[in-house]
């Protein structure tokens, strides 16, 4: 079963400016259905996981383009970035707008020889896995908390309860999990090894695999809090400069999300480590071990499950509009935190995020630190577990987390 995705306009428009169009995102997020979907028939789809294809578009891939003309679908370009400076030839000579439509999912190497070789020929897209809007089969737009973005986002959005919420935050985004009866843990079983042995292998020469899987875990049990290198080494067992190199493939992998701190050069007491989330809670969830919904709730990790999920689902929405997200944290050293700042055209939208059905005016009180320092403040809110969308104040807005 095919569900749609937010991301088929936007590849529409790009395929019509660029020759080249390239689609990046973790294993398993449904690249390649995307792209099938949207193709016609002359396009033809070669696999760079078949090692014939492989092997000939390493070896000589300027034959590999005389035997396979464009328009064509290269899928998993990041096994043959040879082929790169081939594709910029041919697209200069011919001057056609949708003539390579490419996916990768790693893009440790791939975005720097993509954008080496390709500079302003190529199209860039990240997919990442199904939101809750597409889950819904509902349109989906950047989200941002101003009154009347919120006022039409919640128009013919249903509420979800509690455990309902929890069991999307267990099951995670990838699509085959929805496709049919698919067990989740053998899925993530099968997942985390494929991911191991192909892009952390093959492409970053992570030689200790077991190691790479016990930090794999450790970060997953630190989603939603900020980034220690020297914790993370400690309790894996490698040095922090290995933990930063191997947190970078996780970023690279599309598994993992940094948020970077809000500051500028009048910010000289902010706290500069980003905060670290998982993309997939299914996969946080499998990783950490929690074997029920149920279990998940009530459990110790609760609430940055939550935090993390309503994090994916607002980077979702941006890159499902094509559009690189401007998020951010707040944290000084008076401990003065707030958890989301969404900074659009010189102004800050600052969102807390809480697992409460009544969060209470208290849960906006770091607010008004943002303009103690000069920034120019826009609407906020509380993203919770209340049942309406509510104002706060004239300025703020409890907001239903199954509307985002």
Known sequence: MYIARSLEKTVQDIQGSFPVLLITGPMQVGKTTLLKKMTKAERRYLSLDDPILRELAVSDPALFLQRFEPPLIIDEIQYAPQLLPHIKIYVDEHRQNGAFWLTGSQTFHLMKNASES??????????????????????????????????ERIKGAEPEKLNDLFAKIFK????????????????????????????????????????????????????????NYADMAKDTGISPPTAKQWLSILVSSGLVYLLEPYYNNALKRIIKAPKLYFLDTGLAAYLTKWTTPEALEAGAMSGAFFETWVMAEIIKSYYNAGKRPPLYYYRDKDHREI?????????????????????????IRHFGALARIGLNIGEGGVICLCGELLPIDKQNWYIPAWMI
């Open 172 to 227: 995670g985004s990838m699509p085959a999990l929805y496709a049919g009866k698919v067990n989740s843990d053998i899925f993530f079983s099968s997942y985390v090894q494929t991911y191991l042995q192909r892009d952390v292998r093959d492409l970053t020469q992570v030689g200790d695999e077991l190691s790479f899987l016990r930090f794999l875990t450790c970060a997953a049990a630190r989603t939603g809090q900020m980034v």
């Open 118 to 151: 390709l500079a302003g020929r190529v199209g860039i897209l990240n997919l990442p896995g199904l939101s809750n809007n597409e889950l819904k089969d509902k349109p989906s737009t950047p989200f941002i908390p101003k009154s009347k973005a919120l006022i």
């Open 339 to 363: 958890d989301l700042i969404i900074h659009e055209n010189d102004t800050v939208y600052p969102i807390e995020i809480k697992k409460s059905s009544n969060p209470g005016k208290d849960a």
